[in-house]
């Protein structure tokens, strides 16, 4: 029996259960939306959770220095302070801004070498097409379509690394990578999250799709409607169950 890392705080939301009590260990999380969809609140909010849970935390991203992290948090409610502090979670700027400095451009080498990164149980990606569209060797094959071999060598080393089993969470934005390196993360996604959103008046209203939820503990919703508020942090706004 699969066992599960739980996104708990389930005292302040319905998070954790709306996605069926959390995420299964061992897993590949694709978490897919375009620029302001919300797929960073997302893995902060799950990361949050986790780690006020007990759960050993890496969040990787390639937008928000420590600092901003620290703040962004804080502005949801979510204070990681003493996670960090505590060593409960390690925190990781990704600069990859680096197109006249060398080798440093080698990302996803970079990132696969990184060791001290996957010693958490739990590793958030924020996000993985910003690594892709930036690293030279996928730059390269962009133009002759195969993008998916280099995709391909990456799976199987984030294989390699849920073998042990330890998650990691991936955030991808559509519209920045192309199909063919997206289908191969899709197929071997063992959750697959798909961001909607829609404006209606002033108001956006977000939802994600369960596209693929695979070794859940207890019956996911298959569309997950919540908005995101200064000082309250993500909220579940209604359950659709399939």
């Known amino acids: 029996m699969t066992d599960h890392y739980s996104i708990g705080l389930t005292d302040s939301d319905r998070v954790d259960n709306a996605i069926g009590g959390g995420l299964p260990e061992g897993s590949l999380v694709l978490v897919e939306g375009e620029d302001g969809a919300g797929k960073s609140v997302i893995c902060q909010r799950f990361s949050y959770g986790m780690a006020a849970e007990g759960t050993y935390v890496t969040y990787i991203s390639t937008e928000l220095e420590s600092w901003e992290f620290v703040q962004q948090m804080h502005s949801l409610s979510y204070d990681v302070v003493d996670h960090l502090l505590g060593e409960q979670m390690l925190f990781l700027y990704a600069n990859i801004d680096t197109h006249d400095e060398g080798r440093k451009r080698e990302l996803l080498s970079r990132f696969v070498g990184a060791q001290t990164l996957w010693r958490?149980?739990?590793?958030?990606?924020?996000?993985?097409?910003?690594?892709?569209?930036?690293?030279?060797?996928?730059?390269?094959?962009?133009?002759?379509?195969?993008?998916?071999?280099?995709?391909?060598?990456?799976?199987s080393f984030l294989r390699r690394?849920?073998?042990?089993?330890?998650?990691?969470?991936?955030?991808?934005?559509?519209?920045?990578?192309?199909?063919?390196?997206?289908?191969?993360?899709?197929?071997?996604?063992?959750?697959?999250?798909?961001?909607?959103?829609?404006?209606?008046?002033?108001?956006?209203r977000?939802?994600?799709?369960?596209?693929?939820?695979?070794?859940?503990?207890?019956?996911?919703?298959?569309?997950?409607?919540?908005?995101?508020?200064?000082?309250?942090?993500?909220?579940?706004?209604?359950?659709?169950?399939?």
């Open 206 to 242: 977000r939802t994600i799709r369960v596209r693929r939820f695979q070794n859940m503990k207890e019956p996911v919703d298959d569309s997950i409607s919540f908005n995101v508020q200064q000082g309250r942090g993500l909220s579940i706004v209604s359950r659709t169950v399939a």
């Open 120 to 155: 958490a149980d739990v590793i958030y990606v924020d996000s993985l097409s910003g690594l892709l569209r930036n690293d030279p060797r996928f730059e390269a094959v962009s133009d002759s379509g195969e993008e998916d071999h280099v995709i391909q060598r990456l799976v």
């Open 161 to 204: 690394v849920t073998a042990q089993n330890k998650t990691v969470v991936m955030t991808v934005d559509p519209t920045s990578v192309d199909e063919d390196a997206l289908r191969p993360l899709r197929n071997v996604a063992d959750v697959y999250f798909q961001i909607d959103t829609n404006t209606v008046g002033q108001e956006i």
